[in-house]
Every structure is written in C-alpha cells, then in structure tokens.
C-alpha cells in the first residue's frame, strides 16, 4: 500500500492527510513533491497529519526531515499532527522528537502557527 495524501486549508494552514506508508521510493517521494509544490506556490504553513501512516522506516523519516529542513528554508514552518505509537517511538528513539514541533490536537495545532 503506497501514501495517499489528501490536502485541506484551514485558517491559512495548509492540512496534508497522509495515509499509507512513507517509505523508500513511491511514499517519500509523494511527500517530497507534495512538499515542493506548496512552497513553491507560497504556502508555507504545513500540518502534517500523521494519523493514518501505519509504516515509517528510514528513509521516511528522512524525508520528514527534508520536509521539515526544505519548509523552514523557505521561511515557513512545517508541525506533526496525530502521530501514531510507532510513529513516535520512532522519534523518540531518533531524537528527532525535539526537533519537530508536535501537536495532538487539529484546533490547537492550526493556532500554534505565527501569522
């Protein structure tokens, strides 16, 4: 099962949905592009919805991290949503949990954004 991602604005963030596996090939070069596209059209506050990833290994959460370096190059900021127990595991035991802004909540996470 390859990564879906479905796409919605709220309050000027911009919400990827992302579903499936991000993983080495078709998963972390969906989100890669997907990253890409909005920054280059100048949307530059990025929730990612990690509810429905049920597979990360190690080149998605690289791509995470480019995902996460590319938005912040740009001048815009890019936050976690909803991670999953194996999701953030992972992070915790990569440390990248400290590197990445976390939030639990959609409401919260959308007004933890700068204006």
Known sequence: ?????NTRQVDGVTILDLSGRITLG???VTLR???RDLISKGQKKILLNLA????????GLGELVTAYTTTKNAGGEMKLLNLTKKVQDLLQITKLYTVFDVKDDETSAVSSFSN
Do not use: H
């Open 33 to 35: 592009d997907t990253i």
């Open 52 to 59: 429905e990833i049920s597979y990360l290994d190690s080149s």
């Open 1 to 5: 099962m390859s990564m879906k991602v």
């Open 26 to 28: 078709e998963g972390s």
